[in-house]
Nanobody
Framework: QVQLVESGGGLVQAGGSLRLSCAAS????????MGWHRQAPGKQRELVAT???????KYADSVKGRFTISRDNAKNTVYLQMNSLKPEDTAVYYC???????WGQGTQVTVSS
C-alpha cells in the first residue's frame, strides 16, 4: 500500500491560481501512474488529470489549458497547478495512485465568484 497526503487547497477568487501537492510514501512512486480527481457537492467524483511514470499527461476537457499535472520522483510528489480558476472548479480534490489504487484524504478547493 501507499499513503497519499494532499495539501495546498484553500479559498481563491475566480481567475486566481492554486497549486496542490500530493506526497506519497513507499518505493513504487517512480513506476506508478498518478492522478487527481475531484468531487463537488452532490456530484460524482470525476477524473481531472493523470500522469504516467514517464511523464505523459491527460486532462479532462473542462480543465485543459488551465491545469497542469507534474511529478517529482525524487520527492515522491505529484502536483496540480491550477490557473484561471472558476467557481465550477470548487470541489474536494483527491490524489490517486494507479498501482495500489489508493486515495488521499482530499483537500478542499473553493473558488469564489
Amino acid at each position: 500500500q501507499v499513503q497519499l497526503v494532499e495539501s495546498g487547497g484553500g479559498l481563491v477568487q475566480a481567475g486566481g491560481s492554486l497549486r496542490l501537492s500530493c506526497a506519497a510514501s513507499g518505493s513504487i512512486f517512480s513506476i506508478a501512474s498518478m492522478g487527481w480527481h475531484r468531487q463537488a457537492p452532490g456530484k460524482q467524483r470525476e477524473l481531472v488529470a493523470t500522469i504516467t511514470s514517464n511523464g505523459s499527461t491527460k486532462y479532462a476537457d473542462s480543465v485543459k489549458g488551465r491545469f497542469t499535472i507534474s511529478r517529482d520522483n525524487a520527492k515522491n510528489t505529484v502536483y496540480l497547478q491550477m490557473n484561471s480558476l472558476k467557481p465550477e472548479d470548487t470541489a474536494v480534490y483527491y490524489c490517486r495512485d494507479y498501482y495500489f489504487a489508493s486515495w488521499g484524504q482530499g483537500t478542499q478547493v473553493t473558488v469564489s465568484s
